[in-house]
């Protein structure tokens, strides 16, 4: 034969010897050329044109169908191709290009976009005033003395555990529905729902304390009232970024309760300090959501707070038409995750002081052990509380740890080809921060356990293993979230919860060795899910 069979794209090999005809490549690294050397005086080839016009696009391209997508954009019609470069079509010419220029991906200019890059210090300022407000209950527990409630709680323990179960609830729906808005870029829409939301949530609350307290404990009520009005404020201000104004507004409680430890403070100075905080926390989330009115009033407060009613008033302005607004029941797998993850992170504080009683009301004949029963409740839950303050720091390292999984997700994403590279690196990653956050969590329970009055060191075993499967179920759960798979989440941390509640209320064994078995199977499962989810790449986005 005269000449080489044609070879499928792509395929280049040199199995002729060199001749001055045939250059052995186009450009150093690139594919041979089958066309002969045109003399002096013939016309360019025009196809050579087109490669140093769209060299950089078609050296980039992975298909020829990208290259003929970018010959139709340019208006080169099928005749036109053919008549001047002698192709059948855009797709013919496309596959030419192609095999003319060797591939060349260029990595991007400058420093890659990362949406998840995040500091430290303002993970850390957000795990600060995620635990601030319980030096509120120190500074105010004078304020509730009284004997034992239900349950062998404290006194005013049971309304005040009912307000916030409420107000986490609540304003876990609250906030996705306000960063909804935002992620919309509609911030006055993010500030109107915070402005209608919040209030409801406190009245919400504080009929909740009012219901399990009843009207003998109006000490109570209004602590669980002012606890609501907190909560409510300070999802305004997290919301909205004001950690900083949050932590400000939450000095003076603080000031006072780190002075109650070292000096006893009388009852009317402890009030007062905490009507200080919740009046500047609560005046800095009205100045925050304020601007949403008068905006939506067109200057008018007056049309303003008419059109936040449900159905407008008379004289009210007409709302303006959105294109997308964002469905409420949408936020209601939050609010049943913050419900779920509530009560296990309340028995974690309280399961003891519950299991201590039931075992006292055994038999209540006996009233030594009754007297011994109650003085081991109260001593485990001086073991458990630390472990409750340890939980709640730790949220802010454990934001920033699930950022940095989402941004080394990115980074393998970028950096595998192939989709099982891919999930090697994830999983690499995903072990390491989540490692990461148990050794952080372990640290702060144990220092907390030795700081805590009357609080014995914990050394391990079920409490502690039990601790960190929470810590498990607790992130692993913020993760699925960051991927918007809040449902599976939510299922689970609701089924763990009234799982632990049902034993509880059976008396199913120790209350220790139940915990342990419910968070494992919990954070089982949702470890489970964030493997499935986390190793697909579109999941990534």
Known sequence: ??????????????????????????????????????????????????????????????????????????????????????????????????????????????????????????????????????????????????????????????????????????????????????????????????????????????????????????????FAAGQSCYLGAATVLLVTGRERALLAGLLPMTAGAVLAFVHPIPGPARAILLLTSLAAVALLALIEVAPAVRELGEGSWGAGFAALLPYGAFGALERRRRTAVPWLTGSLPYALFGLGSGVLVLYVGLGDVLAGAHTAMADPADAAQTTVAAQAAAAQSAVAAPAAVALTVSMGPAEWLLFRFRSGSLAGLRSSSTSKDFWRTTASTLVRCLTGYLLVLLALSLTASALWPHAPAITGGAPLAGLLMLGVVLWTGLLLQSFGAVIGPAAVCCAAALAQTVALATHAGNPHRVALIVYGAAAGVQAGLVCHLSGRATAHR
């Open 1 to 222: 034969m005269s000449g080489s069979l044609r070879m499928p794209p792509g395929t280049y090999e040199d199995t002729l010897p060199y001749s001055p005809g045939f250059p052995a490549s186009l450009e150093q690294g690139g594919p041979p050329s089958r066309r002969r050397r045109p003399p002096s005086w013939a016309q360019p080839d025009p196809i050579d044109e087109l490669t140093d016009r769209f060299g950089e696009f078609i050296a980039a391209a992975v298909h020829p169908d990208e290259i003929a997508a970018l010959l139709e954009s340019d208006g080169m019609s099928d005749d036109r191709i053919r008549e001047r470069y002698g192709v059948k079509n855009s797709f013919a010419l496309a596959e030419e290009l192609y095999e003319r220029v060797g591939r060349a991906y260029p990595e991007p200019a400058g420093p890659v976009h990362d949406p998840w890059r995040l500091g430290l210090l303002g993970c850390l300022l957000r795990g600060l005033v995620f635990a601030l407000p319980g030096l509120g209950y120190v500074l105010g527990a004078p304020l509730l003395a009284g004997p034992r409630g239900a349950f062998g709680l404290p006194a005013g323990t049971v309304p005040l555990l009912a307000g916030a179960l409420c107000g986490w609830t609540w304003n876990q729906g609250l906030a996705h529905r306000a960063y909804a808005w935002l992620g919309l870029g509609d911030r006055a829409a993010a500030r109107r729902a915070l402005l209608v939301g919040a209030p409801a949530g406190v009245l919400l609350g504080s009929l909740a304390a009012l219901a399990a307290a009843g009207p003998a404990h109006p000490a109570a009520v209004t």
